[in-house]
């Protein structure tokens, strides 16, 4: 959100409340995952994809996590397979200098 408000050119509505909808469901992902409430995690981080995060590693992470945690290690792995791969440095650059490894070549 805060990059559509600085961005020169204005984001149309649709744009802004696709943006707004993956934040809501970054946050229930958020909250989900600090009260183990994996059935709700893996709800919100399907529907952040759904909206349009599908190129962010943290999301099919944390997808991956909550069917782990439900024993559905199959679809977890085939989650994953869906997720995009990112080189080592573009992990540095975008996730801090701790990336996770199944996301990096």
């Given at each position: 959100m805060?990059?559509?408000?600085?961005?020169?050119?204005?984001?149309?509505?649709?744009?802004?409340?696709?943006?707004?909808a993956?934040?809501?469901h970054l946050s229930k992902c958020t909250e989900a995952r600090k009260l183990k409430d994996w059935h709700t995690l893996l709800k919100e981080a399907s529907s952040a994809i759904a909206t349009g995060a599908d190129a962010?590693?943290?999301v099919f992470a944390s997808?991956?996590?909550a069917l782990?945690?439900?024993?559905?290690?199959?679809?977890?792995?085939?989650?994953?397979?869906?997720?995009?791969?990112?080189?080592?440095?573009a992990c540095t650059k975008f996730l801090g200098p701790q990336p996770t490894p199944m996301f990096c070549l």
């Amino acid at each position: 959100m805060a990059h559509y408000k600085q961005s020169v050119s204005e984001a149309n509505a649709g744009e802004l409340g696709q943006a707004q909808a993956f934040q809501t469901h970054l946050s229930k992902c958020t909250e989900a995952r600090k009260l183990k409430d994996w059935h709700t995690l893996l709800k919100e981080a399907s529907s952040a994809i759904a909206t349009g995060a599908d190129a962010a590693p943290q999301v099919f992470a944390s997808q991956a996590e909550a069917l782990l945690r439900l024993h559905k290690v199959q679809e977890a792995e085939a989650a994953m397979s869906g997720a995009p791969e990112f080189e080592v440095d573009a992990c540095t650059k975008f996730l801090g200098p701790q990336p996770t490894p199944m996301f990096c070549l």
